[in-house]
């Protein structure tokens, strides 16, 4: 069975940071793009960063360097660091597992990550 777990969320003030952890059992780790997406409410799920298994990243755009995505193969886990946080971030936080191979997509539960004063 597939699992995605996140932790790591919470509430924060305007300028703070957040490191968002996803721990990942029931697939084979190494063989999986890993993302962290994030849906406020009204919006639509939106891309925030993600990792190959060979370490290269992508992020969305109004990351702008304030976010940094990483992945532990040997704990089977994704992290995001998310530094200089605005109440724009304000959202839940989904993990996501694409298979690079199988095609498959799974997500986690989400965390939710409030910023504000």
């Known amino acids: 069975q597939v699992q995605l777990v996140e932790s790591g969320g919470g509430l924060v003030q305007p300028g703070g940071s957040l490191r968002l952890s996803c721990a990942a059992s029931g697939i084979p780790f190494r063989l999986h793009r890993m993302g962290w997406y994030r849906q406020a409410p009204g919006n639509q799920r939106e891309l925030v960063a993600d990792i190959t298994s060979g370490g290269s990243t992508n992020y969305g755009d109004f990351v702008k360097g304030r976010f940094t995505i990483s992945r532990d193969d040997a704990k089977n886990t994704v992290y995001l660091q998310m530094n200089s946080l605005k109440p724009e971030d304000t959202a839940v936080y989904f993990c996501?597992?694409?298979?690079?191979?199988?095609?498959?997509?799974?997500w986690g539960q989400g965390t939710q990550v409030t910023v504000s004063s």
């Open positions: 996501n597992a694409l298979g690079i191979i199988s095609g498959r997509q799974n």
